[in-house]
């Protein structure tokens, strides 16, 4: 990035900006990798003058290379409601276009709440700060927003027709930070560049896919953010759809942002949707104990914090083939992983001997220590020929001494550049919502028994009997 450009962050006092996007943009800065020049305007209801607002960035404040890169943050207070705020904001991007004495690009970066959308958009529009400062500027000017994108698929078809009216697609920046993650680029890399595994990345070979979603952490002072969303909006409308569609895409024609792109909607189309009869049979939802007493959660609280559930592609290449996924809050351990199971074929030759229950599984682990691992059988050392299995390994720190670009630096420097690549695309996200729609229909029918599982348990016992009815166990 080397031309000049002011970024307006809403809601910038909030965990998103505070936890992710300033330390995002900092390292950015430290790595030489932002312009010269360049105006990061916080906008949030808070009181700060820009001296607070550069010192409410806690331990970043106290970084060496902190001072010159806080020359660069300004702050407008505003509340999202009140015209007030955003007329100041245009006086102060006027400002800054008169010192540069030229229309810089403008970023809109939605760190709030999702219910703020919709206001803040029309703000936008009404103060025509969507228009840049005029002389055709608005082709420079991006909205970036985070999921979710809407609460269901009719929301989420109303948000986007909002942006449409607005902005052009070119200008809509959809953030899922998952596809900003090292190892989840790796997976198409993984695919596509080594002859060896494609061959078998079908139905005659893969007995299951299952993908895995856990955080230690509960609420953590989210819970005014959480209660009445859930982990299935949360994480499973977009973190997991990104998962599935990376195992379940088909080769991209070329390795375009279009051509990626239509590749990955396709996949998640593709997805066979629940039906709301169906849904008792296929999904399980669970809440941890103590989630009701939590900061900001209703004390009768039905938000889901785990869910786990079984459903197949439609597409030729896995046809029959199982997808179980799972995630779920107050988990035993941190852990992302997408492991693709192998139909156990050993027992042909090697009957006799004993073969592993499972053979080869290949896992894919997002987090943490990055990388790749393949589980294959061996013969044990001694006289006795007895057989057990044993990884493979590959891991970014091991491998090449690091650990790639953090995954919102990567996300910001494709902004910058107008590379839409990693960023979700309006069919992409109807497709996931009628999915996850239908399921939030089948959970109406009844009211769940709340909470079902215990802090640093791998959901309810439903989760385990899911996959276990169909002679299979979670990894």
């Not at 599935?244 to 949707?273: H, Y």
């Not at 997408?338 to 156990?344: E, N, P």
Request: proline share 4%.
């Amino acid at each position: 990035m080397n031309s000049p450009f002011a970024m307006v962050i809403f809601g910038a006092t909030g965990d998103l900006a505070q936890n992710k996007l300033v330390p995002a943009l900092f390292a950015l800065f430290k790595q030489k990798k932002l312009p010269d020049v360049f105006f990061i305007i916080g906008f949030s209801r808070r009181d700060y003058s820009d001296d607070e607002f550069r010192d409410h960035f806690g331990e970043l404040s106290e970084k060496p290379e902190w001072s010159d890169f806080s020359k660069h943050l300004y702050y407008q207070n505003g509340d999202f409601t009140q015209k007030k705020g955003y007329l100041e904001l245009i006086e102060k991007l006027n400002d800054f276009d008169e010192k540069m004495a030229a229309c810089i690009a403008r970023f809109f970066y939605l760190a709030t709440p999702p219910k703020n959308y919709e206001t803040i958009l029309n703000f936008l529009s009404s103060t025509k700060l969507s228009e840049g400062c005029g002389q055709k500027s608005n082709k420079w000017t991006r909205i970036i927003i985070e999921k979710p994108f809407g609460k269901d698929l009719e929301t989420a078809i109303s948000l986007d027709g909002k942006l449409a009216q607005i902005f052009d697609e070119k200008q809509i920046f959809r953030v899922d930070h998952y596809l900003g993650k090292e190892t989840v680029q790796n997976i198409m890399t993984f695919r596509f560049a080594n002859g060896i595994f494609e061959p078998v990345w079908n139905k005659n070979y893969i007995d299951h896919v299952q993908i895995t979603w856990a955080e230690r952490k509960g609420m953590e002072g989210r819970g005014n953010f959480f209660d009445g969303l859930g982990i299935l909006r949360d994480a499973g409308q977009n973190h997991l759809m990104q998962l599935i569609a990376s195992v379940g895409m088909e080769q991209p024609r070329s390795f375009t942002k279009e051509d990626l792109r239509d590749a990955r909607a396709n996949a998640i189309k593709a997805i066979r949707c629940i039906k709301p009869s169906e849904v008792p049979s296929s999904v399980v939802r669970g809440q941890y104990d103590g989630y009701r007493s939590e900061k900001d959660v209703l004390l009768n609280s039905d938000t889901e914090t785990f869910i786990a559930m079984k459903f197949f592609l439609d597409t030729e290449r896995f046809s029959n083939v199982p997808f179980y996924v799972r995630a779920g809050k107050k988990m035993p351990k941190d852990e992302v992983t997408i492991s693709i199971v192998f139909l156990q074929t050993c027992h042909i030759l090697f009957k006799e001997y004993g073969c592993p229950e499972i053979g080869n599984v290949l896992t894919i682990r997002i987090q943490p220590d990055e990388g790749i691992f393949l589980r294959i059988i061996a013969k044990k050392p001694g006289a006795k020929l007895a057989l057990e299995t044993v990884n493979m390994h590959f891991t970014y720190k091991e491998s090449f001494e690091a650990k790639g670009i953090d995954a919102y630096e990567k996300i910001l420097l494709d902004i910058f550049s107008g590379d839409q690549m990693l960023f979700n695309r309006s069919d992409e996200l109807a497709s996931s919502w009628k999915f996850i729609t239908d399921i939030l229909r089948g959970w109406e029918r009844e009211k769940p028994k709340f909470p079902n599982y215990k802090e640093e348990a791998w959901g309810p016992k439903e989760a385990d009997e899911l996959i276990e009815k169909d002679g299979k166990k979670w990894l």
